[in-house]
């Protein structure tokens, strides 16, 4: 059974930091695409920040590019985002998501291209 399972959301104040983890378990990762989401309440899942199999390129929304970094460690089953000067509008539940097909060459940021989810972490800003 597929599972990835996020950790790492808090409480911090605005322009703090904050580390997210997602652990995947039931299959290998390493051929997919991981990606965040967030959603915040009463608005739609946007795209945060991808990465490619194997890690070898990542994507970022323009809203937090700069500021966020995706990584991930296939050896762990891990995939990781680095959230630094982190702003009041960023508070949403984050979500980690598993790609449906293997060895796409750029991440997707649609929700609809992928199949496996986590329960999701809230990050609250406060400013």
């Known amino acids: 059974q597929v599972q990835l399972v996020e950790s790492g959301g808090g409480l911090v104040p605005a322009g703090g930091s904050l580390r997210l983890s997602c652990a995947a378990s039931?299959?290998?990762?390493?051929?997919?695409?991981m990606t965040w989401f967030r959603q915040a309440p009463g608005k739609e899942r946007e795209f945060v920040a991808a990465?490619?199999?194997?890690?070898?390129?990542?994507d970022y929304a323009d809203s937090v590019k700069g500021r966020f970094t995706i990584s991930r460690d296939d050896a762990k089953n891990m995939v990781y985002l680095q959230m630094n000067s982190l702003k009041p509008e960023d508070t949403a539940v984050y979500y980690c998501?598993?790609?449906?097909?293997?060895?796409?060459?750029?991440?997707?940021?649609?929700?609809?291209?992928?199949?496996?989810w986590g329960q999701g972490t809230q990050v609250t800003v406060s400013s």
């Open positions: 998501a598993a790609d449906r097909l293997p060895l796409r060459n750029r991440g997707s940021r649609n929700p609809v291209d992928y199949n496996y």
């Open positions: 039931g299959r290998t990762f390493n051929r997919y695409a």
């Open positions: 990465v490619t199999w194997l890690g070898g390129s990542t």
